[in-house]
């Protein structure tokens, strides 16, 4: 028999946390929503959300004393999702209100969305596949997500940038590398192939990771 999969939603008051919990509720494992480092060491996989300002969820979280467990929740090769602000936490650094350092799991910068679009980017836009990944099983190519940004995610190494966006430039909308996985776009709010993006996250908790 399968052992449910733990899932830990990390909580540091950056919003939009009760969507992710019921978009995961629907799936066969059961989220908890926790800013306890404790509950981060023991999870099977943690997803990273979050809408807001880079910089004070930085506070937030080393205030919490959160940044090292998910830096070792990574290196220990279990699953983690960054949603959004999740996504762009991950990088070197941030130019949102100046320059600030962001978890420096991978290299790379934030930068402030530009062109000739409305800012924020908000709504249903499409992500190319660019390279092949787990998390995009069942996936069709330029299928629709919703997004609500005004940042993105600069990655420094093109190789884990797995799915891109136009949006007044052609910005990484997918991020991945082995076990980490990170998305601009918010799956709990983009319909059944969000749920289905969620669902390949969780079953990477569940099997060897093969990216």
């Known amino acids: 028999m399968t052992m ?23 799936l066969d ?13 023991r999870a099977d996989a943690v997803v990273l959300p979050g809408v807001g300002a880079a910089g004070a969820a930085m506070k937030e979280l080393a205030t919490k004393g959160l940044i090292d467990p998910i830096k070792i929740h990574v290196s220990s090769g279990k699953p983690l999702l960054g949603v959004c ?10 130019e949102e209100g100046g320059l600030a350092p962001c978890m420096g799991l991978l290299p790379g910068r934030v930068k402030m969305l530009t062109g000739s679009v409305k800012i ?8 190319k596949q660019v390279r092949p990944h787990r998390i995009f099983s069942g996936i069709p190519d330029n299928s629709n997500f919703y997004f609500v940004h005004s940042y993105y995610a ?11 966006t136009d949006y007044g430039l052609t910005f990484c909308s997918v991020l ?36």
């Open 120 to 127: 924020p980017h908000m709504g249903w836009n499409q992500v």
């Open 154 to 164: 600069e990655p420094t190494e093109v190789s884990v940038v797995s799915g891109t």
């Open 176 to 211: 991945t590398r082995g076990n980490l996985v990170a998305t601009q776009f918010h799956p709990e709010k983009s319909g059944e192939l969000g749920l289905k993006f969620y669902a390949n996250f969780v079953e990477m908790a569940s099997e060897p990771i093969q990216c």
């Open 4 to 26: 449910p999969i733990s899932v830990v939603i990390v909580d540091y008051g950056a919003g939009n946390l009760r969507s992710v919990v019921n978009a995961l509720r629907i």
């Open 85 to 94: 602000l999740g996504l762009q936490l991950l990088l070197t650094d941030t």
């Open 29 to 41: 494992c059961t989220p908890v929503l926790s800013s306890s480092s404790e509950d981060i060491s």
